[in-house]
């Protein structure tokens, strides 16, 4: 159809108001190829601009989440030091404490961080082991 007016628009630029001829519909064949290559080169665009956006906030995200999963796992790690430390306090210096028992005086969800929070506190000297 938008052929069909483009060949008719033609005609009248010729001054031909009663038929289109086979040039007008081989002109307006023309112009539509013509007009439909920049239409797909801005639609390819737009589509690469999409994907590349796209593919930007994706990694935004995915860093997003590592450093979110990374502060979640130190603050749990801090966590477990803590309840280590209560642990060893309160023996009132009594002895020592098996590893263990240590453990299983943790709550469940810091027992995944034992061993993590036990090194650092050996590393910082707060903790001896035997």
Do not use: C, Y
Not at 93 to 107: D, I, K, N, P, Y
Request: hydrophobic fraction near 40%; proline fraction near 1%; aromatic fraction near 2%.
């Amino acid at each position: 159809m938008s052929r069909l007016k483009t060949a008719a628009a033609l005609a009248l630029l010729e001054k031909r108001a009663g038929a289109i001829t086979e040039e007008d519909w081989q002109l307006a064949g023309v112009v539509h190829e013509v007009s439909d290559s920049p239409r797909q080169r801005m639609i390819d665009t737009l589509a690469q601009a999409k994907t590349e956006s796209n593919r930007v906030r994706a990694e935004a995200e995915a860093h997003r989440a590592v450093v979110v999963d990374s502060r979640l796992s130190e603050h749990a790690a801090q966590r477990a030091g803590q309840a280590i430390t209560r642990k060893l306090n309160s023996t009132n210096g009594t002895g020592w404490v098996s590893r263990s028992q240590l453990r299983r005086s943790m709550a469940s969800k810091d027992r995944d961080h034992f061993e993590v929070a036990i090194d650092a506190l050996k590393l910082s000297g707060q903790v001896e082991e035997r």
